[in-house]
């Protein structure tokens, strides 16, 4: 029986939850993620510079990323590796809004499927990834429409020609986070209707799979990738497996589908009354009254399962360039009045706070952008080595329990998040075993955790777990 340890996911040399400031892109060797895995991640600190983040694991640039007189120099010494950052359709079809004003939307009517699909044959494709902002706002068209299937009837065989040509892949996903459909029974959906629906789709032809935008043949259905967002709304019930557990639920019928899968995610809850962020300076204390960060253990988690069961993780929230002058915050007050609180000398009275200044701002909380980057790096020294490989799920007990099985279908997911089971994923590629241990609803009290060899249940590994984040380890055979 032999025994492991699980790799440590932070850093020995991180200092940021003293100073405050970030430091994922200083501190971080040089990353390189296998071969078809994206990682998008903004250069979070004005003192990094896109080249120097796309060393970083950071694999794909946006333009607003930097200057518009730098956009041009570097496209052109990075021409295979831009990102379509959340293009919203105002931006793919300006006839939405031809005066540029609030108003009127669509003055001339809807694009029909012909004119729809006259925009996808001219609309750039220079962007590798491309993920759109296109099921929300004053512009919006359900994703149900000819629109779209016109718009992708053009534009996705154009990307499908130029991989021919350059095998370069692109990732096409309609919107940064997926409608499946909207039905009270949507098997897609973890949280909605019954249980055996949900399972029934691991074993089901996927011509035979219910109905959605996302098959062939529907509006949505040439797109290659779809991403599932985590902006984790804490007013729902049992809300982070909800989360969780129901995108790796979509990632798996995404890959069922024939598509690509991700996630996109947000590093604060969307919503947590009462939550303020703390800045420490010799001067004083600053309070700003703000949406709550993740719990660290899932930051790092994220990432982590967008690459173990797709291939893109898109770390939205913290694209804003923030200064490393604590001091230099942004007033906020004109639209978010009441908000801020300033107590000088660490005191317990307040007083108008007069350090405000303008960009680069101290972005609150700047540092926690570091910790989903922990978690990427993590998962390339072990599910990275194994890319390419078979994955299984894997029999476990937890202190000398009863042995909870492995499902048949790999519908392990659902007994996650239904039963409050362990995830136990292998993936076995020659004579490397990597494997990733997780429950996001686990407390912190250390167990010990035995699971089988996935093909050989003559040999088990045994190690310890603690917490509702990401263990793994790499495994010789």
Known sequence: MPSISFVELVPPDWNAPQTQVSEWADISPNITLPAGHAHIMTPNLSKWSVAHILQKGVTHWAERWMPENERAAFRAANPDNEYNDVPRIRELFPEANPNVTDGPWWPNGIPSYQQAADRGSSISIRHDVWVGETMEGEDYVPETSSMWTGFYSTLMPRYDARKLQTGRQHLVAHNYFARWGNANDNAYNITLGARANKKALYSTDPANMPNTVYKPGNSLGLTNLIVMDLYINLRGVDPVASYIYGAIHQMHMAERLGKFAGLFWFDVHEWLPGYAHNVYTPEGRF???????????????????????????????????????????????????????????????????????????????????????????????????????????????????????????????????????????????????????????????????????????????????????????????
Request: with cysteine; proline share 6%; net charge negative.
């Open 287 to 477: 309070e700003r009254s703000d949406k709550c960060p993740l719990d660290p253990a899932i930051q790092m988690l994220i990432p982590i399962l967008a690459h173990e069961y797709g291939v893109i993780s898109i770390q939205w929230g913290f694209w804003a360039s923030s200064s490393d002058d604590k001091k230099r915050i942004g007033d906020i007050s004109e639209w978010a009045p009441g908000k801020d609180r300033w107590y000088p000398g660490n005191g317990t009275s307040t007083a108008p706070y007069p350090y405000y200044s303008g960009s680069p701002n101290y972005i609150m909380p700047s540092y926690a952008a570091d910790v989903p980057h922990f978690g990427l790096r993590a998962w390339v020294e072990t599910g990275g080595q194994t890319v390419g490989g078979t994955d299984y799920y894997c029999d476990y007990r937890i202190n000398n329990g009863t042995w909870v099985n492995k499902q048949a279908d790999g519908s392990d997911i659902l007994n996650a998040y239904y039963d409050g089971t362990w995830t136990v994923r292998a993936r076995i590629k020659d004579n490397l075993m990597s494997v990733l241990v997780f429950n996001v609803r686990n407390g912190n009290t250390p167990k010990t955790i035995e699971f089988r060899h996935p093909t050989n249940n003559g040999i088990t590994y045994t190690g310890t777990v603690c917490g509702c984040g990401a263990h793994m380890v790499l495994i010789n055979l």
